[in-house]
């Protein structure tokens, strides 16, 4: 298992998570998503490294911007 922290920038509620959430769980590979509003965190636990840009990219389409941690 590969983990993965990425900074969010844009989240504020339970709502934006969920959508981050979703559009994340959808890359191939992904295992677990936690996400934090409050901390505007992301982690991701994959069975295979992710390529950054394709998460960047899935936090993009849910509405917000990401870079690694």
Not at 22 to 32: C, M, N, Q
Not at 42 to 50: D, K, R
């Given at each position: 298992m590969v983990q993965?922290?990425?900074?969010?920038?844009?989240?504020?509620?339970?709502h934006c998570e969920a959508s981050v959430r979703?559009?994340?769980?959808?890359?191939?590979?992904?295992?677990?998503v936690r996400v934090s509003a409050a901390s505007g965190t992301?982690?991701?636990?994959?069975?295979?490294?992710?390529a950054d840009d394709a998460v960047i990219a899935a936090v993009d389409e849910a509405g917000y911007s990401a870079v690694r941690a």
């Open positions: 993965a922290e990425y900074k969010v920038t844009g989240m504020s509620c339970g979703g559009e994340v769980s959808k890359l191939a590979g992904v295992e677990d992301l982690t991701i636990v994959a069975s295979t490294e992710l």
